[in-house]
C-alpha cells in the first residue's frame, strides 16, 4: 500500500537543511536500533551539499561504523571531476567523517564502458542486500532531489531507463544533455523505507507546482513516479521552492 506524500514546507534554507538532518540522524540510529546498520542513497546536484555540511558538523551523533553509503545515480564522469556526485559529497561530507572507508560504494564512473560501470555497481548492491534476480534492495533512506524538468537521480523524462523493470542500475542516455548518467532504477527508488526529496529555492517553485499540483501525465515528471510500496515519501520544501503551491490546508 503506497502511503500519501508526506510535504513538509519550512521556511528557510536553514530551517530546510535542519529538517533534513534531524530526519536523517533519526532514520539512521533507528536503522541501526532495530536492524543493526543503516543503508542510505545520497544524491547529488548542488541542494544537498548543504545538507551533508550540516551532518558533518553533528558527527558525534551519529554511529558512523554501523551506517553504509552509496549514491542514487553518478554523471559519468571520473571521481575528482567537478561533476563528481561522489566528490562533492566526499569533500562536503564523508571525509569530514569517521566512516570507514569500507562502508563506502562509489559508483565506478571512470569505467569507459557505462553499461559495465552499471552492471558493477548493480552486483554491488546484489551482494550487499542479498538481492537476487527479481527482488531489489530496501534502503533505509534514500535521498533525492529534482530537476527543472522533474527528474530525480538520473531518470529524465522519455529516457530509456524508466521503464526499467527488473534492473537495479542502468546507464541512462539523456539526448537533451548528450550525456550518460549512471542511476538507479524506479523499482529501487520505490523499495526504500523511505524516500526524501530536498527542494530549495524559487527555481525549482514552478516544477515542485507542476509535480504535486498540477494535471500533466505521470510520465512527463519521473520524481511522481516515486511511490515507496511500503515506505515513507517525504517531500521536504522550503518557502521560496513552496511559493507556487496552493495556501497549506
Ligand atoms: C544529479 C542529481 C539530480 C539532482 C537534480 C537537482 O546527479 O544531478 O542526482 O537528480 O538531484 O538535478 O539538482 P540541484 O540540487 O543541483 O538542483
Not at 50 to 66: E, F, G, H, K, M
Request: net charge neutral.
Amino acid at each position: 500500500m503506497t502511503a500519501a506524500p508526506e510535504i513538509r514546507r519550512l521556511t528557510t534554507p536553514q530551517d530546510l537543511f535542519q529538517a533534513a538532518a534531524d530526519e536523517l540522524i533519526r532514520a539512521a540510529n533507528d536503522a541501526v536500533q532495530q536492524r543493526g546498520r543503516f543503508t542510505i542513497a545520497l544524491s547529488g546536484g548542488s541542494t544537498p551539499k548543504n545538507l551533508y555540511t550540516l551532518i558533518a558538523a553533528n558527527a558525534s551523533v551519529l554511529p558512523w561504523d554501523r551506517m553504509f553509503f552509496f549514491w542514487g545515480d553518478e554523471r559519468y564522469v571520473p571521481p575528482n571531476d567537478p561533476q563528481s556526485n561522489f566528490r562533492m559529497a566526499n569533500e562536503a561530507l564523508l571525509s569530514k567523517v569517521p566512516v570507514p572507508p569500507a562502508n563506502i560504494f562509489r559508483i565506478a564512473a571512470e569505467n569507459p564502458d557505462a553499461a559495465a560501470a552499471a552492471l558493477a555497481y548493480e552486483k554491488t548492491l546484489r551482494e550487499f542486500f542479498d538481492v537476487a534476480r527479481g527482488e531489489f534492495p530496501r534502503f533505509d533512506f534514500i535521498l533525492l532531489g529534482i530537476g527543472p524538468d522533474g527528474h530525480t537521480a538520473s531518470l529524465f523524462p522519455e529516457t530509456a531507463a524508466l521503464q526499467e523493470k527488473t534492473r537495479l542500475v542502468v546507464a541512462n542516455w539523456v539526448e537533451k544533455m548528450k550525456a550518460r548518467r549512471i542511476t538507479f532504477t524506479l523499482p529501487v527508488l520505490n523499495a526504500a523505507r523511505i524516500a526524501a526529496f530536498l527542494v530549495s529555492g524559487t527555481d525549482k517553485a514552478a516544477i515542485l507546482h507542476e509535480v504535486l499540483e498540477g494535471k500533466g501525465p505521470d510520465e512527463k515528471y519521473p520524481c511522481r513516479l516515486v511511490r515507496p510500496k511500503e515506505g515513507k515519501l517525504l517531500w521536504l520544501v522550503d518557502r521560496a521552492a513552496a511559493s507556487e503551491l496552493a495556501p497549506a490546508v
